[in-house]
């Protein structure tokens, strides 16, 4: 499986170092296709999911191609909603951080429009930004569309599902017809490939076909957690499976070596690998892990390829890999010559949608558990105690241990009582101590999926649909579009279902704002309007 590195493509050297500090090593299948084409001025329709690398697919030919003299608008990038438009401003800004003539503004609903109004004032080469606020800007005359060299669509797909086509077509009649056209989709639906045929010219159409690999026979399990709870619930896992061998994968360089440093810290046996590493360095960190002078490994995909340890035990995906053929070969590194192996990913945010596609390649389940809880922890360490216990009392060969218990038992202590003293210490002296409390963690791994309904006072018979309404939280709110459940609509209101935590938010901004031109009353469903 042969990638290209960024290396490999003739770039400046600040977005070399950029890329470099963001910690990547080598381009993802879409970025190593689609990257030559837009940097030649090419128009593309490009499929890939969300979580491939796409941003910096076509933000790293923006960066190229925007002249820095110039500070009117020469790029744009439409997003379907706030939280994608604020994500891809700060990855196109990070990939820009040494090119200081390079200004990027996102907008979006939501945001004070004189914020955006006064930045824009100032100059930026790109913004990126949903629909109806690139609208509300085209209407003030605060969004000049002229001297625009690069339209991008990002998630073209969901943004047609809300209803944004007559939106996207005003948009682009305001930029000139020599502008280079880019759409991203994860679909290639036939009303996507009809609209591109309108405004681009011979397109480039790229699509990552996937090989056909042999999934090993691995129990693959994920858990859904916050970022910040990374480090301290893999430790856990550790402490609870308790692996003879296991490889933590990150996807940057970077972030082995933070991880590494943090796992050391709490008194693993642990070293990193990663591209940057000189071949003397990798020998040597394989050559501990193969004996066992360290028993966790933290690595980038392409530091593990050919990675060859029969008895690694257990594989992490610490970060979900950017492309499904990875995660293939990394679950491979376990369960090898006949073994057992077992698979464990952690998923954030909207990583979840990444394990379906996953679960769609594979052709094989990935089930959901539950956080561990520090109880877990305890409860586990002590069956393992016991176990270890009952091994050494079967071996026998404790005579010079019984001399010093007896010395206690003559001073009327129960042999009871000195075995649950020598448990106690035991325990308390183990690596449990150095394990945090996590309150979305340990109070019972509350269910953060239970639905809750929400009340909105309009509905058919004022012409409204539930794109309509669907539209109008993923523009006013933080919620991902994906996570929003039924919409049942009535003659004169609706009722939408949504993740309890994001509930109150949708009644906060939703309420008193228009839908369809229509100010609607927002609240949660209760007895009375349910």
């Known amino acids: 499986m042969t990638r290209l590195r960024f290396e490999d493509i003739e770039l400046s050297q600040e977005i070399y170092r950029a890329v470099s500090d963001m910690g990547f090593e080598e381009m993802s299948p879409i970025q190593a296709q689609a990257i030559p084409y837009v940097l030649k001025g090419l128009d593309v329709i490009g499929q890939a999911q969300t979580g491939t690398g796409k941003t910096a697919a076509f933000g790293i030919p923006i960066i190229e191609r925007c002249n820095g003299d110039d500070r009117s608008l020469q790029a744009i990038v439409l997003c379907p909603t706030r939280e994608l438009s604020i994500q891809v401003a700060e990855e196109i800004k990070r990939l820009s951080k040494y090119k200081k003539d390079i200004f990027v503004l996102p907008v979006y609903g939501g945001q004070p429009i004189d914020r955006q109004i006064k930045a824009l004032k100032k100059g930026v080469q790109i913004v990126v930004g949903t629909p109806g606020r690139i609208i509300d800007h085209i209407k003030r005359k605060t969004l000049k569309l002229g001297n625009i060299k690069m339209l991008v669509l990002d998630e073209a797909d969901e943004m047609f599902d809300m209803g944004f086509r007559d939106d996207i077509e005003r948009i682009i009649n305001h930029t000139p017809k020599e502008r280079q056209t880019i759409f991203f ?108 002078n360290i028993d966790i490994l933290v690595a980038t995909d392409v530091a593990a390829r050919g990675l060859d340890v029969d008895d690694v035990d257990m594989v992490f995906n ?27 990913s952690f998923v954030v945010g909207r990583d979840r949608y990444r394990i379906r596609d996953i679960e769609k390649y594979t052709k094989t389940k990935i089930a959901r558990k539950d956080l561990p809880t520090l109880k877990d922890i305890k409860e586990m360490k002590t069956d393992l105690l016991l176990e270890k216990v009952k091994e050494e009392i079967d071996k026998g060969n404790l005579g ?131």
């Open 318 to 344: 610490y970060d979900l890999p950017q492309d499904e053929e990875y995660y293939v070969h990394r679950i491979g590194r376990t369960a090898r010559a006949g073994r057992e192996g077992m698979a464990l």
């Open 400 to 530: 010079k241990y019984e001399s010093m218990l007896n010395s206690l038992l003559e001073k009327d202590y129960s042999s009871f009582d000195v075995a649950a003293a020598l448990l106690k210490f035991y325990l308390e002296s183990d690596k449990l101590n150095s394990h945090q409390e996590l309150d979305s963690v340990d109070r019972g791994n509350t269910n953060l999926n239970a639905m809750t309904r929400v009340y909105i006072n309009t509905g058919k018979r004022k012409g409204v649909s539930p794109r309509h309404i669907l539209g109008a939280i993923i523009n006013e709110t933080h919620v991902p579009r994906k996570i929003v459940g039924a919409i049942d609509m009535y003659d004169k209101f609706t009722f939408v279902e949504v993740p309890g935590e994001y509930a109150d938010e949708i009644v906060n901004r939703l309420n008193n704002k228009r839908i369809k031109g229509i100010r609607v009353k927002v609240e949660l469903a209760n007895p009375r309007n349910r």
């Open 185 to 292: 989709s994860a679909t290639m639906a036939r009303e996507i490939v009809k609209f591109a045929k309108k405004y681009q010219r011979n397109p480039e159409i790229i699509k990552v076909v996937h090989k056909e690999l042999t999934v090993p026979r691995v129990e693959q399990y994920y858990f859904e957690i916050k970022q910040h709870m990374k480090t301290e619930i893999l430790s856990r896992l550790i402490d609870i499976y308790n692996p003879k061998l296991s490889i933590v994968f990150c996807n940057t360089k970077k972030k082995v070596d933070e991880l590494t440093i943090e796992l050391q810290g709490r008194g693993y046996f642990v070293d990193g690998l990663h591209g940057d590493l000189r071949q003397p360095q990798r020998d040597r960190v394989m050559s501990k892990f193969r004996s066992g």
